[in-house]
Nanobody, 124 residues
Framework: QLQLVESGGGLVQPGGSLRLSCVAS????????IGWFRQAPGKEREGVSC????????NYAEFVKGRFSISRDNAKNTVYLQMNSLKPEDTAVYYC?????????????????WGQGTQVTVSS
């Protein structure tokens, strides 16, 4: 079964950090651009960041620029999202999913199926 599994979420205080992991199961991540999305209660799902298959191209939503960093280790079949300087408004369920590539650049438009996500709660 082809799936992506998210982990690494939890409860953290404002200003803290978390690193999310997205592990592929049943397929090799090497050929796919991967994106992170999030959905807060009562809000629509929104794109956070994406990374091209080679890792050479990344893209960030304005509200996380300078705080979040996406990376990948194809040898471990894993994509990471390092989240620093977390704010209460970052509280959401975070999902990873395959995304589109346009002219070798990732685009935060999903092209695969969604997993269960991992809950991130930023609160004092």
């Amino acid at each position: 079964q082809l799936q992506l599994v998210e982990s690494g979420g939890g409860l953290v205080q404002p200003g803290g950090s978390l690193r999310l992991s997205c592990v592929a199961s049943g397929f090799t991540l090497d050929y796919y651009a991967i994106g992170w999305f999030r959905q807060a209660p009562g809000k629509e799902r929104e794109g956070v960041s994406c990374i091209s298959s080679s890792g050479g191209s990344t893209n960030y939503a304005e509200f996380v620029k300078g705080r979040f960093s996406i990376s990948r280790d194809n040898a471990k079949n894993t994509v990471y999202l390092q989240m620093n300087s977390l704010k209460p408004e970052d509280t959401a369920v975070y999902y990873c999913v395959r995304v589109l590539t346009v002219k070798a650049m990732c685009v935060m438009i999903s092209s695969g199926s969604w997993g269960q996500g991992t809950q991130v709660t930023v609160s004092s």
